[in-house]
């Protein structure tokens, strides 16, 4: 994961031909990120944003999974002389793609009969609720988010309905529902008619931002409402 940082610099002048050098630091290890950049004289009295690559992050001493990196500059002025400042700027490593998490039910209803048939959609139905399962023991997926997708066959996946915020709640219960409107989300594609058959897969999305799409769901929702 690359990242960006603003540093301020005062109007000193004998920073003026010194250096900047960013540095990450876990635990006792301490190292240098990426390469110095020099100090010209129209950075002073600004704020100068510095980029860190990736793999130049990866390479901080002891990096490791859950493992907190916290960062700090050091400045350097023409003589040699250096400050390191405060190491306030922090990231939790967290690497790790959530689970292929399969939809353990799909069920259409409506608001009066209630009437559902198991892989069907019938004139009746109103909304679809799918619940897809959560590993309860990655408490990464809490303020994560889940985005259902949908294809009939020949098909690239498509998003279905808006992405939905999992709570801490969904992540205990190991399972998270998401309700949708037959006519405005599933029948949004005028290519769903009477007679489509619909497959379906979810991507999560972890509160760190790693993601993971689900492989198809083997339940499948048959349009017959005549």
Do not use: C
Not at 8 to 37: P, Y
Not at 96 to 101: G, L, T, W
Not at 189 to 201: E, P, R, W
């Amino acid at each position: 994961t690359a990242a960006t940082t603003d540093i301020t610099l005062t109007g000193d002048l004998t920073l003026v031909d010194g250096s900047i050098q960013m540095l990450g630091i876990i635990g006792a290890d301490t190292t240098d990120i990426g390469d110095a950049i020099d100090i010209v004289v129209g950075q002073l009295n600004s704020d100068i944003t510095l980029s860190m690559d990736a793999v130049d992050i990866e390479g901080i001493g002891s990096w490791a999974e859950d493992a907190t990196v916290f960062f700090s500059a050091r400045i350097t002025d023409a003589a040699g002389n250096f400050t390191d400042g405060t190491a306030t700027a922090q990231l939790i490593i967290d690497q790790v793609v959530p689970a292929d998490s399969s939809i353990i039910s799909i069920s259409a209803s409506d608001l009066t009969d209630n009437i559902n048939v198991d892989g069907y959609l019938n004139d009746k139905n109103e909304t679809v609720t799918f619940i897809s399962g959560l590993n309860p023991s990655d408490a990464t997926m809490a303020n994560g988010k889940i985005q259902l997708q949908i294809k009939q066959f020949g098909e690239p996946f498509r998003n279905l309905g808006q992405e939905l915020f999992i709570t801490n709640g969904n992540v205990n219960s190991g399972a998270v529902s998401v309700s949708l409107d037959i006519e405005t989300d599933i029948k949004e594609d005028s290519t769903v008619v009477n007679g489509s058959v619909l497959y379906f897969s979810s991507i999560f999305t972890d509160v760190a931002g790693n993601s993971t799409t689900t492989t198809q769901s083997q339940l499948t929702l048959a349009i017959d409402s005549i």
